[in-house]
Nanobody, 117 residues
Framework: QVQLVESGGGLVQPGGSLRLSCAAS????????MRWYRQAPGKERELVAA????????KYADSVKGRFTISRDNANNTAYLQMNNLKPEDTAVYSC??????????WGQGTQVTVSS
């Protein structure tokens, strides 16, 4: 059974940090590129960060460059999103996505991140 399970979300003050995890099972994680998306209420889903299957290449949305870092541990089938200097506009549900051959295959259920004082 394929699963992507996100964790690590929560409430944090502006300027704070969170580390999201995406634990994968049921497929060959190391063969899949991974992405983190977010969706805020009333807004379209936004690509936040992406990483290739081996982790050698990453890309970020302009809005998070220099603050967020995507990484992965293929030995433990987990992807991460380190989020620093969080801003209220980062508030959203964050979801991980596994892709193969440029096509989206699997989604997690999402984890809520709320940045507020």
């Amino acid at each position: 059974q394929v699963q992507l399970v996100e964790s690590g979300g929560g409430l944090v003050q502006p300027g704070g940090s969170l580390r999201l995890s995406c634990a994968a099972s049921g497929f060959t994680f190391s063969s899949y590129a991974m992405r983190w998306y977010r969706q805020a209420p009333g807004k379209e889903r936004e690509l936040v960060a992406a990483i290739t299957s081996a982790g050698g290449s990453t890309k970020y949305a302009d809005s998070v460059k220099g603050r967020f870092t995507i990484s992965r541990d293929n030995a433990n089938n987990t992807a991460y999103l380190q989020m620093n200097n969080l801003k209220p506009e980062d508030t959203a549900v964050y979801s991980c996505n596994a892709r193969f051959g440029g096509i989206s295959h699997y989604w997690g259920q999402g984890t809520q991140v709320t940045v507020s004082s």
